[in-house]
């Protein structure tokens, strides 16, 4: 099945500064997506980004599919950014519920 | 309702006995998922529904675990004969399913943490 890495695995931001997190796949995705996961174990959707770029306040994605890969962009961090941020992706071909997780990127965000 | 709901939030059981987690989806989403997440890791598939379809059970770990759909709506995950491994954020998701785009986005509840003693 298709394999998901994400990194850093960790990362240390002072707020304001700004980050980038990568997102690898191994085969084509018809279905890939961003979730922060918050201090209290909510999971909320960031975006929903198989192609493309998109931008919602503070943070803005692109996916590259022909390159299998994906960024989340975070601009002027905020303590509140701090969490768990997962990507996770479905494959042609694939079962449509089966999305494939990666092991996420903690970040850390210092006042 | 306003998002997905899951109950309990937390249960506590012994090693052997038989639980039961609940999944109330956001109304109108034709998608549900169960997922677990163990600790410090990241999110494991289990099952899904997708409305009057035969579920995806390719994720459950074991034949103790079960989950039904009722209605089309409310999902309950049944794990029998707990072990101290099962111990975990179990995660209920919904989506509007039914294609792409959109519809596919996964909308999480807050989770039950399972702990067996």
């Known amino acids: 099945g298709i394999q998901v890495e994400q990194s850093p695995p960790d990362l240390i931001l002072q707020e304001g500064a700004n980050s980038t997190l990568r997102c690898n796949f191994s085969d084509s995705v018809n279905n890939l997506q961003w979730f922060h996961q918050n201090p209290w174990g909510q999971l909320i959707n960031l975006f929903y980004i198989p192609s493309g770029t998109k931008q919602n306040g503070r943070l803005s994605a692109t996916t590259v599919a022909t390159e299998r890969y994906s960024l989340l962009y975070i601009s002027s961090s905020q303590t509140t950014d701090s969490g768990v941020y997962f990507c996770?992706?479905?494959?042609?071909?694939?079962?449509?519920?089966?999305?494939?997780f990666g092991k996420g990127t903690k970040l850390s965000v210092k006042p | 309702g306003a998002g997905v709901s899951q109950s309990p939030s937390n249960k506590v059981t012994e090693k052997g006995k038989d639980v039961e987690l609940r999944c109330d989806p956001i109304?109108?989403?034709?998608?549900l998922y169960w997922y677990r997440q163990s600790l410090g890791q990241g999110l494991e598939f289990l099952i899904y529904?997708?409305?009057?379809?035969?579920?995806?059970k390719s994720g459950l770990p074991s034949d103790r675990f079960s989950a039904e759909r009722t209605g089309g709506s409310v999902s309950t995950l049944t794990i029998q004969r707990t072990q101290q491994e099962d111990s975990a954020v179990y995660l209920c998701a919904s989506s509007l399913g039914g294609g792409g785009g959109r519809a596919d986005t996964q909308y999480f509840g807050p989770g039950t943490r399972l702990t067996v003693l």
């Open positions: 529904f997708q409305g009057n379809s035969a579920p995806d």
């Open positions: 996770a992706a479905l494959n042609y071909g694939g079962s449509q519920g089966n999305l494939i």
């Open positions: 109304s109108g989403h034709t998608a």
